[in-house]
């Protein structure tokens, strides 16, 4: 049940924050958080990351209904084994997914408005809801090679084990 709660308080505070940019800013407004460098910067994507597909709202519809029932299958299945890593990560990206299909389903766009200049480069506006789901797939990532080295390792003494015994 916790790791339902802190998608759900994961979700809370993204479409919070998006409802602050929404009715604070327009499209377009921006307000200097560190000068130049960070700034919240209200702006709309009906697209994916970066503003891949744009206007393929009932694609992500979809996608998002699939990738979350998926999601919450697997997060039953290992919410409780003593790994607390996959199952937080999990959590993480199912807040954000949620958040950002909620955004898609309703109004078409998604609420973007956190912006990173690195000098004349700037990164691709983005939301708390994408900030979850790129530290949960990074938190998967971690787990997996983590579990590659448990297993490695178990293998190993099981081999020193059996020499041992011959």
Known sequence: MIYFLLAFILFLIDQGTKYLIAVNLKIGDQIPVIGNFFLITSHRNTGAAFGILEGKRWFFVTITVIVVAGIIWYLNKVKSSNNKLLPTAL???????????????????????????????????????????????AMIVLDSILEMRREKRQLAENNHEEKGQV
């Open 91 to 137: 959590s993480l990206v199912l807040g954000g997914a949620v958040g950002n299909f909620l955004d898609r389903a309703v109004a078409g766009e998604v609420v973007d408005f956190l912006q990173f200049n690195f000098g004349t480069y700037t990164f691709p506006i983005f939301n708390v809801a994408d900030s979850c789901i790129v530290i949960g797939v």
